[in-house]
């Protein structure tokens, strides 16, 4: 630990500049938001900035309005699930696409890029299709349960995640891991002693992306799911339905429960974000 | 691992037939339930979408739309990662923070902005106490197109900082301490010891946010709604539009299609442009 | 830096562990089940959850089976579930429909049609508000909708500034409306005469709507197999809808901005005298404003602007057929179940426990009758419901309600500069008159 902070790029002054900068461009919106979750609807449509009164109430009635409990529960396990299962196998498969030159390695490389300008809007129908027959041909129930959430994030996460490690991957120096298979090392062995401990920056951003794959989703979990297995971000929208026939949205409770919404993403970065660390950085490994 | 993703080859390559199938009949309100015995047109979809339909436009709008929020986002992602690479205060706070747009869900940060930007709205206060003006009308007309830019910009400029905060932890210290004993600037710094190291996960971040700023329905959609103004009626809103709304479902299928291809050969030029499908020794990354 | 490490990874194993216990959500069932498709009130949330409650002990009594609610956030929501739901076979046994939407539904011969005898399961045709019926099928021979509640469009007006300006009774004529609008209005005092929404995704075209068939005109021919949008009839209702704006200054020039949230705000602060195009569904932000006690309602005029009296052709149309069908799905195993919860749903008893819930109004004749007696406020609008004229029963109308708002989306940069160019609002109304007449083709087909 010497005084000069070698991984500090920017100068010290413009650093703190800029974090302000960014935090101010950040924050200020959200803290708008933060406002108008206890200012009263009518307010809000009128465009008052400052409430009329504090609508605190707002944060007690929007458990009421919908079942955000649940919601949140449903959403952080099918987010998680699809988000760990994702990276498990994108690290696989990164793995393989990385290391080993086989037929078909950049046609699925470009596959994969591919699968990420297909519109949602677009599977939509053709998915439903597929997993309501699922139920009436093979007798297994998908739609309105977990699993089929869990299925249909993948098909979006798992390419882009494979995609991070792929990129991430390709940093490693491969020295690294000959010194390991001479050692007598599986190639699993490497992967898993070596390239993994290496790789926590990538799959903690992988895991991220793709767990916002699944927590961000409201087009496909509108269809997929029963009053049960109904996500956070498809409840959301009951606040922000503007019914036909003149009533104020309820801006409040939608504001506060997106608030509510984004804390524990945020809470889960800021425990996982201390492996933004790799060994690599620092050089050790070199030695 | 291979009969894993031969089952999400199947979970994924299944819809994606069926959704192409679908381009080629004329699948409506009037043929939906019996779909199997939809009439088979053979390209009339694709020729309508590319004729008479109003998607060369939306194509346009969505194709300048995901450049521009990608131009825009990219600096300022890879500015921030700067910021909270080296040790400063709180720096798993702050850390953090430069996410909170990210991951408020989608629908509410249009419903927020949609609020912001009405005609008394805060954001026409706020112009007005400085003298700007402030009696824009920011969600209808021409001035939408550069909302829906700001708004997304602000959304997802986390997306690149991600990437690039991930990216930077793989530049060895040994590199920056090369380029203090030469004694260089920050920007020579930037420009000769990070832009380089930065390149794989740069180039992947380019490309996936142009796509996923393609793509981005949610949104526009909360923003502006179905029939949007002109000005923002991306391809994703009009796809949407014409299958859920008016119901045709084939000419939507048709319209996706059409746009997956003039997406993925850019896309895949690009790759190989850049080289990133290549193996590591091959690239000389 | 152990500890450090463990945390991150314990949370996520409990996590993981989590789903595994919860499993999957699935929809186990032992006895009959009837499945339905609802929509959520998001005004009256507790109370629905309640009422839904009190509805399923009672058809548990009546038939013995169980009672399952689903519920929709939005039309988009609901359509899509419809779509899916119709493609694949496979959903809820019943569904709530709006009433714009049962034409569509209807082409898409994804519901049973009812027959008499079905009807008669239900207690007839006469159980209902008749004009509630028109918009259960294109004649009474294919019908597939049973009306549930009843939502006719009225105006509310602010009592106390009428009486200020010496009005003695609402507008029955769009001229008077203009009149007393303009004698309403004072844009020092930032006071309009009437608030409106022209960039909602609502209302507008219902005004089109309303307009034309005041003016004698039609949206589609009355055999089904023309699309008239780019009839005069139809250009000069949309100039009527603009020119409250733009000729006549009676409105806020910020309403081209405005939805129906914004225009319902100005009229709860004072803002506004009138407010036309709404709903017993803005009761409660009436109720909880500054305007409380000073409000009434009052049926749409019903001549069209710049006429003494309608022209001949003109109907009069205060108001779309407007409320919620129930349809039973034609995959479903379970008709007879689906009649006994229709007719449980439509009963005097269960309606009038609805309307009074839920502040929507009943479409049984009796329960209606005995609301309007009870509320006095309301009455003016289940009289609304008397003028009202169903939107064209074809598959074709989602394109013409989008088209039109189309149209007027369109016109709005033209509206903030204060004025419109008749050619190309008649371009805007071709090009979707082009739309709906292909759709109501491929019907033809």
New interface residues.
Partial sequence: MSG????????AR???V??AL??A???V??L??VL?SVTP??D????T?WPSHLAFDNYARMW???ALGSGL?NS??VA??SA?VAVV?AV??AY?L?RF?FVG??PY??VL??????????????????F??A??YLGL?L?????ALI??Y??FA?P?AT??M???F???P?SLEEAGLLDGLTRFGTLWRIVVPLSW??M??AL??AF?VG??D??IA??MT????RT????????????????????GQ??G???L??VP??L???????Y???G????AE?G | MLPGLALLGLVVALPFLLAVWMGFIDLDQYTLRDWLGAPFIGLANFVEALTTSSMPHSLWLSVSFALLTTAIATPIGLLAALTVNGRVPARGLVRSLYLVPYVIPQFATGSLWQVLLQPDGAVNKVLRALGLGGSNEWLIGPPAFWALVAVDVWASWAFIYLMALSGLQTISTELYEAADLDGVSWWQKVRYVVLPQLRGPLSLGLILSTLQHFNNFTLPFVLFGSPAPEAVNVLPVNIYQTSFQVFRFGLGAAMSVLALIILAIPAWLYLRGVRLDAKPEEAGA | MFIGRIGPVAVLALLLAGVAACGGGGTGTGGAQLRVLVATDPQYPQEQRAWLDRVKQQFKAKTGADLSFETFASAGEEQTKIQTSIVSGDGPDVYHLGTTFTPVAYATKGFQTLSEADWQKIGGRDRFVPESLGMSGPDPAHQIGVPVSTRPYGMVYNTAMFRAAGIAAPPVAWDEFIADATRLTQPAAGVYGTALDYADPYDPWKFVWMFTLQGGGRLVSDDLRQARLDSPEVAAAVGDYFDLLTRHHVADPKSVGWRSAQALAAFTAGKAAMLPMVTPNAVPALEGSAVKGQYAFAPMPLVPPGAASRPPGGLAAGTIVSGDNIAIASYTRQKDLALSYLDLITSVDVQLDYSQTLGVLPANAEAARRQAEAHPQLAPLIAAERTAVPTTFTGAWSDAQIGLTNVVTQSLPALTNGAYDPAAVQRLLADANQKVQSSLSRQGR
């Fill in positions: 000069r902070d070698a991984q500090a790029v920017l100068p413009l650093n703190g800029l974090i960014l935090l461009f950040v924050l919106p959200v708008f938001m108008m609807d009518a809000i449509a009128g465009g900035l009421d309005t919908v529960v952080l396990v998680l699930v760990v196998f696989g498969a393989c990385t030159t390695r950049r490389l470009a890029v591919f699968l990420q300008s297909v519109p949602q809007v677009l599977l939509l129908l053709p998915l439903f299709m597929v309501s027959s139920t009436t129930p739609v309105g349960t977990r699993l299925l249909a993948l098909t798992l882009l995609w991070v792929v990129t991430y390709r940093k490693i491969e920056p990538g903690v951003v991220v992306f916002l927590w961000n409201v087009v509108s269809v029963h009053p049960d297995t956070a971000a498809v409840d959301l929208q009951v606040f922000g339905q503007s019914i036909e026939g003149g009533a104020i949205p309820q801006y939608l504001m429960a997106s608030v919404c984004s993403v945020v889960l970065y800021l425990l996982f974000q201390r933004l660390v790799s690599l950085a620092a050089g070199k």
